[in-house]
């Protein structure tokens, strides 16, 4: 095992000290970036082949090729956790993030070339994750805010491709922060439906069903798809449509899901409590029967109550 934390960068295994990109790579110039981020539970990767199945179909949509197959990439995902894993701690637990652009940009760099000779940059690396981050959600709820920015137009770029184009999500975030530094931005699409956050897909609870936006306008999460999954198995409706702020408004729950942290509750759209305030009795049955699937209770891991094995 290495002393140090590796990360796979363009074809090899290096030291993270020694992993670097050009300042112009389409990743800098361009901010061309497909991305994906899977996790694991007490030290093995959570549904991995989703999280490569999917970043290859983004790839594929992007028309950036990365030069190795999936099960290479997903091989190599898994060598990165045993090497880094040790060294963040015997408890920690490791997001793995993947990215790739099309390559270092020959014109930028000074050099004779045109965009067909560019090798595409491929990134594997890790960190722990910082929970303590998180924890508030858990015990506080999370505050939504839907600023002026809208989401990009699926007619702009297609919400199925995961990627780091995020400029609208960086504004979005300056505008929510001045009603409340902690808040998460919440975007509307152009017609005034709910979309997602930069991070996370966003749902709510009504007369007992879980209701979860049209997949026209998001990023359909796997951790989204992991509470269809648990719906289905507890026979809890699940049901797709579009909905607007009234709806949430007027919900009995509302919930974030996501890679990093699964699910967190959502008390507050616009500072308008929703329900009574208090994360709710769904939220708790999902999440704790998702806690049951991966053998650690998810919300006392965000919290710093319990350490994984």
């Not at 067909?116 to 990134?123: L, S, Y």
């Not at 699940?238 to 509302?254: L, M, S």
């Amino acid at each position: 095992m290495s002393q140090e934390n590796l990360v796979y960068l363009k074809g090899e295994l290096r030291p993270a000290s020694s992993a670097h990109i050009a300042i112009y790579d389409a990743a800098v110039v361009l901010g061309a970036t497909v991305t994906d981020l899977a996790r694991t539970f007490c030290g093995e990767l959570y549904r991995l082949q989703d999280h490569v199945d999917r970043f290859y179909r983004s790839c594929r949509y992007a028309r950036i090729e990365p030069r190795i197959r999936p099960e290479q990439t997903t091989d190599i995902c898994r060598e990165l956790v045993a090497n880094n894993r040790p060294l963040a701690g015997s408890a920690a637990e490791l997001a793995v993030v993947l990215f790739i652009s099309p390559g270092e940009f020959a014109v930028y760099a000074g050099a004779a070339g045109m965009a067909g000779d560019q090798e595409p940059t491929f990134c594997i690396h890790t960190f722990p994750l910082p929970f303590s981050l998180w924890a508030p959600y858990f015990t506080e709820g999370v505050h939504v805010v839907t600023p002026s920015v809208r989401q990009v137009p699926p007619v702009c770029v297609d919400p199925k491709i995961k990627c780091r184009s995020r400029m609208h999500w960086w504004l979005a975030d300056q505008e929510t922060h001045q009603v409340d530094p902690r808040a998460v931005s919440l975007c509307l699409d152009l017609y005034g439906n709910i979309t997602e956050t930069g991070g996370s897909n966003f749902l709510i609870v009504s007369d007992g069903a879980v209701i979860c936006p049209s997949r026209r306008s998001i990023l359909r999460g796997i951790s989204l798809e992991t509470v269809a999954e648990i719906c289905g198995e507890l026979r809890i409706p699940f049901i797709e449509r579009d909905f607007q702020v009234y709806d949430v408004v007027n919900a009995d729950e509302a919930f974030l899901t996501t890679t990093p942290y699964c699910m967190a509750p959502v008390t507050k759209i616009n500072g308008l409590s929703i329900g009574d305030g208090l994360p709710g009795g769904l939220f708790a049955k999902l999440i704790a029967a998702w806690g049951e699937q991966v053998g650690i209770d998810i919300a006392a891991q965000v919290r710093g109550e319990v350490m994984s094995g």
